[in-house]
């Protein structure tokens, strides 16, 4: 089978949006052939040193600032395509300037598509989402409702996001659907050890991966850096944050304001990450503020298996999930974060959860729901 993958965000990326068709590929190699159209790398705000998926062909497009220019960056590059030579094609979105691709494919062949949504576009269901009325119907009307249209099959994160997106288009009943969790990446953790972190009870290390603040109500920054500093400094405890990827301002402020020992260590290659959180971070905090979906930082967190608080829109997808762990906690205010670090403290949690199956949130297996889903078309 020769499988033709779109996906803006690639290796060497740092972005999480790389990881769920960068494991994808991985994984179909071991079967397939494969190529991949992806943004010209010096257009990488940050890169990794991760090693190219081995065998992968890679096709570069040249993508501006703008949303035409992307556009036209994936037609140019597709342009360079036999598309005769490919049994099927993926589109990752977002980025959404992708989405053109589909009705420029079937033009030129009858070859079966297959969009994969890692986040829904024309309605956001975001706490934060400013978009207007008038922005959602010209994104729909002009760019996602044509593609959808023309795409054979869907793949999608979470199951409240796929029924969403049949509500707002209801011709999608008859479309091959599939949801696709994005699940850790089992493959590049293969080599991570997991071990209980030496504690000597006057410490506690809190360890983000990747954006929180973005995820959070503004209003809400300032109470939750004060609670994180005044709770742990009231149990005689010295507390320290790492995190890893791009500094944040605001939150490097609030840290210093509240005397707290932040340490940002920028982008490094994912399994590096990974380690260091599994062998310093006593718990691991993350934010969300979608209504629907479950990201991808939360099933790296499962893997490592230690506490989670999250800050968690209530009534949320993501709410009811890190709920459902014995030490996973969703907040929304300051009292449900103090009433978290309580149990934490009291209970001495030093896991998420005692024999939590973590084969099921591996990408290993979702990657192989999707491999037989890309067979239904073939």
Not at 102 to 121: A, T
Not at 276 to 282: I, K, N, P, R, V
Not at 311 to 329: C, E, K, L, M, R
Request: aromatic share 12%; hydrophobic share 35%; net charge neutral.
């Amino acid at each position: 089978m020769k499988v033709l993958i779109v996906s803006p965000g690639f290796i060497p990326s740092a972005t999480v949006g790389k990881i769920r068709m960068v494991s994808l590929s991985k994984y179909l190699m071991q079967f397939d052939k494969v190529t991949v159209i992806q943004n010209k790398i010096s257009s990488y705000p940050q890169i990794t040193d991760e090693k190219p998926v081995k065998g992968v062909k890679v096709i570069e497009a040249d993508v501006g600032e703008t949303f035409s220019s992307g556009v036209k960056a994936y037609k140019r590059a597709l342009s360079k395509v036999d598309l005769a030579s490919y049994d099927i094609v993926i589109i990752s979105v977002g980025p959404y300037y992708t989405l053109p691709l589909v009705n420029e494919i079937k033009r030129k062949s009858d070859i079966p598509v297959i969009i994969d949504y890692r986040d829904l576009w024309t309605r956001s269901y975001r706490d934060n989402d400013k978009q207007s009325k008038l922005e959602e119907y010209a994104k729909s009307f002009f760019y996602e409702r044509p593609a959808l249209k023309k795409a054979d099959g869907i793949t999608i994160c979470d199951e409240k996001s796929l029924q969403a997106l049949k509500e707002q288009y209801s011709f999608l009943e008859k479309i091959k659907s599939k949801v696709i969790y994005n699940g850790y990446d089992d493959f590049a953790l293969k080599d991570i050890k997991l071990r209980d972190r030496e504690n000597d009870n006057n410490t506690i290390t809190i360890g983000i991966y990747g954006k929180f603040s973005i995820y959070v109500k503004s209003s809400h920054l300032p109470w939750i850096v004060e609670e994180l500093g005044e709770f742990w400094k009231a149990k005689n405890m010295s507390l320290k944050i790492i995190q890893y990827g791009n500094k944040e301002p605001e939150m490097e402020k609030l840290y210093s304001q509240n005397d707290i020992d932040y340490e940002c260590r920028g982008f490094v290659e994912y399994s590096k990450g990974m380690q260091a959180l599994a062998d310093e971070a006593d718990v691991l905090m993350a934010s969300n503020d979608a209504i629907m979906g479950y990201g991808t930082k939360i099933f790296d967190y499962i893997f490592l298996n230690k506490p989670i608080i999250m800050y968690i829109i209530p009534g949320s997808t993501s709410d009811a999930f890190v709920n459902s762990f014995d030490h996973g906690y969703g907040f929304f205010t300051r009292e449900e974060l103090r009433a978290a670090f309580d149990d934490i403290y009291n209970s001495k949690a030093k896991v998420l959860g005692e024999n939590i199956d973590y084969k099921k949130y591996g990408r290993q297996m979702q990657n192989t729901i999707f491999r037989d889903f890309i067979k239904e078309f073939i």
